[in-house]
């Protein structure tokens, strides 16, 4: 993707035409839904700042309040106003279709279903079920595409958008990256409500960094209304907003928290008006996503967590009666099978399996005798042979190794299924589209107990055992229910030899 700077008169939002309407705090019923995005609340925290030692002031505005969820409602209720009224969509006859991580897609699906736009949906694998249920039921359709392609890739969900464009009849791209309506949407109304909310006295906002609309709009209006306000980005690791100049796209990496990152600089980020920027990872964001909703009650999702670990290391350097504004983007609903989940945070390493001193076994290691065998099979077989070797096997899993023997992925039946019946797959593709990448593993080497194994058995039918020999990740087997409480019963332990006692 190119690095897009914009051209000098880009930033120009003071110029621009405003045709989003002033709020009207007073209204008792609404025309339609989408007439309710924005004017969400600003909450001041009551337990996090004071934990954290902080002798300011901070304030979360309320994204997640927005009807479909997020701040990005905004935006895309303001892109296509604007194409409406400039004649780009035509009501009844265009086809909206966006590149989006979840979000921007909800909000498109939302004022499609209100106006009654065909929507289709290009997003990556990592986004969660939640946003994908969403969009369905707002009548979107869905494209997803690999999380790790990237963006310049033909594979990438930016690609695979700008070429559908050019496929389907009265296909429109809005394009959120590079559309001025993106960052136009929050100078009019994020930032206006900001200052509205505090009078015009704001020292800090903190704003997570994603197609960047939100920072770059805000921060607009708000150096011009009050220039003494420090506005600080917030980017993970493994993105290159923060730093362009010290990362490239090779340095890109995988992480959980959704919306915020990216391995190119979108047109609607303007850096110079970022005064400070803090790189954040999985293991700050999450928790603090969890402490948002347990200690303030705000039903927010991972971004969140982001923006106010960022917004907890900048206002430190905040004075009593000073105040920060973070932007809290999203809502919980989009992860309840994510971050919301404990034993999903336990898996990935964001948190510790509970002790539990009543179970015998619970702190037991696993050993390789009580791993049910499971066949594997070369990287470079068909989708045919690995559904005959399914048909010869008593599991429904398959290991699928590379030459040397390390784990590349697992083939399942259900997911072969899937992909046959929801994603018109075909058995002539190559096996790689149907092998599952993302799937709950334990490694022998780090000796998992049972259960760190059960916790896993809560949220996944199966765990696959690997273990490393001489650098190598190998198939070692699955364990599932069956297996533990067959153990933890004396039952017969299930093709496996050993026996674990108390
Ligand atoms: C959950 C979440 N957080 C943060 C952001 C970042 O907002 P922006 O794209 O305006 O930078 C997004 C954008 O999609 C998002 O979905």
């Known amino acids: ?267 609607v980020l303007d850096r110079t008006v970022v005064d400070k920027w803090v790189k954040t990872d999985d293991l700050k964001s999450l928790p603090m996503a969890r402490r948002l909703i347990k200690e303030e009650g705000l039903l927010c999702g991972g971004s969140s967590g982001s923006a106010m670990w960022g917004a907890v290391q900048a206002a430190k350097s905040l004075k009593r009666g000073q105040r920060c504004v973070v932007i809290l983007p999203d809502s919980i609903r989009n992860y309840m099978t994510k971050f919301i989940s404990d034993q999903w945070l336990e898996v990935r390493g964001f948190k510790s399996v509970p002790s539990n001193d009543k179970l015998w076994w619970w702190n037991k290691p696993l050993s390789e005798d009580l791993v049910k065998v499971i066949p594997s099979i070369s990287e470079n077989s068909s989708p045919s042979q690995a559904i005959t070797m399914l048909g010869k096997s008593d599991t429904s899993i398959l290991a699928v190794v590379n030459d040397k023997g390390s784990i590349q992925g697992i083939f399942t039946a259900d997911y072969a299924r899937r992909r046959l019946a929801n994603l018109s797959g075909s058995t002539k593709e190559g096996l790689d589209k149907f092998i599952i990448k993302k799937y709950y593993k334990v490694n022998l080497n780090n000796k998992p107990s049972f259960g760190a194994l059960s916790r896993i058995l809560d949220i996944s039918p199966f765990v696959v055992v690997v273990r490393t020999e001489s650098t190598i990740e190998k198939p070692k087997g699955i364990f599932t229910s069956e297996n533990l409480i067959s153990l933890i019963t004396n039952g017969n332990v299930m093709n496996g030899n050993g026996v674990l006692s108390e």
């Open 1 to 267: 993707m190119e690095n897009a700077s914009a051209p000098a008169n880009y930033f120009n939002l003071k110029e621009m035409k405003h045709i989003v309407d002033a709020l009207d705090r007073n209204k008792k019923v609404f025309p339609n839904i989408l007439n309710c995005v924005g004017n969400t609340p600003l909450v001041k925290l009551t337990n996090i700042p004071k934990e954290e030692g902080l002798d300011c002031d901070i304030y979360a505005k309320c994204e997640f309040l927005n009807p479909g969820g997020s701040v990005k409602d905004r935006i895309a209720y303001r892109m296509v106003l604007d194409a409406e009224e400039r004649g780009i969509l035509k009501p009844g006859k265009s086809v909206i279709i966006e590149p989006t991580s979840g979000n921007t897609g909800i909000g498109l699906a939302l004022a499609a279903a209100v106006k009654g736009y065909r929507c289709i949906i290009v997003l990556p694998e990592k986004m969660s079920d939640e946003k994908v249920n969403t969009l369905i039921a707002l009548g979107a359709e869905i494209i997803r595409t690999p999380t790790e392609a990237p963006s310049e890739s033909p594979e990438s969900n930016i690609m695979v958008a700008k070429r559908l464009v050019t496929e389907i009849p009265d296909a429109v791209l809005l394009d959120q990256y590079n559309n001025v309506c993106n960052p136009l949407a929050h100078y009019d109304t994020t930032a206006e409500e900001i200052l509205w909310s505090l009078d015009d006295n704001v020292d800090m906002v903190v704003i997570g960094a994603g197609t960047c609309g939100t920072i770059s709009g805000v921060a607009h209006k708000i150096k011009e209304r009050c220039p003494k306000c420090v506005i600080v980005g917030v980017d993970p690791y493994g993105s290159i907003l923060a730093q362009p100049e010290e990362l490239n796209a090779s340095d890109v990496q995988v992480y959980e928290v959704e919306g915020i990152g990216y391995d190119f600089l979108p047109r």
